[in-house]
């Protein structure tokens, strides 16, 4: 059973420049997370998608923008690329349904962006 | 919004002791979940809580969810050198939507390093 999946593991950037990150959930996974982790850092969420839509966001600007595919896999996009977005981007899938099971988010290995 | 203390820091401690880290809030969480992030890899669920006074057992892992509400802690036993990283609480604010469809408040984290 496949976990969580993102692409690339490790990207550099320079300002002003534009990026897009992937991830597959893991099997039977519909919704998708998105979080940043600065350096000694906890996570901070960034927004999550549901049947193809963004349902919730956090406080970050309308430079990082999203998408969510049919097959429930999803982008992460952040334009106008600043040094302070550099950090590990994390995945996060949730099961299916509504059942409590569905509080729990499941993480992919993260992608480290570096802005020069 | 929401936030999570988490505590203590960092933990030096000899393998074979017991260790026991706690989160606090100072709002309502609906679910509390503990993860464990090693460097340059995504955290890793360990247990999760959905109801107020559960307690659970993962291996040498046992979590509680608090009566209040506001606040978990984590217990490992008997520690080994594996157990070096950095542990997170998560959270998920009440009132909440249900169904995963909420982004998920992290604590700093707690380092431990394990001494031979």
């Known amino acids: 059973d496949a976990g969580v999946t993102q692409s690339p593991t490790h990207l550099i950037k320079t300002r002003g420049q534009q990026v897009t990150l992937r991830c597959s959930p893991k099997s039977g996974h519909d919704t998708v997370s998105w979080y940043q982790q600065a350096l000694g850092q906890g996570p901070q969420f960034i927004f999550q998608y549901y049947e193809e839509e963004e349902r919730q966001r956090g406080n970050f600007p309308d430079r990082f923008s999203g998408h969510q595919f049919p097959n429930y896999s999803s982008e992460l996009n952040v334009n106008a690329l600043l040094l302070g977005d550099s950090a590990l981007y994390l995945c996060a899938s949730s099961p299916l349904g509504r059942s409590r099971d569905t509080d729990t988010q499941y993480f992919g290995p993260g992608t480290r962006l570096t802005v020069l | 919004g929401q936030q999570l203390n988490q505590s203590p820091q960092s933990m030096f401690i000899q393998e074979g002791e017991d260790v026991s880290m706690n989160c606090t809030s100072s709002s309502i969480f609906n679910t509390w979940l503990w993860y464990k992030q090693e460097p340059g890899e995504g955290p890793v669920l360990l247990i999760a809580?959905?109801?107020?006074?559960e307690l659970t057992s993962n291996g040498r892992l046992t979590a509680q969810f608090g009566i209040t509400r506001k606040d978990s802690f984590l217990n490992i036993s008997a520690s080994i050198p594996s157990d070096v990283g950095i542990y997170f609480c998560a959270g998920l604010p009440y009132p909440y939507s249900g169904g995963g469809a909420d982004g998920l408040t992290f604590g700093k984290g707690t380092h431990l390093i394990i001494q031979p």
């Open positions: 809580l959905y109801k107020a006074g």
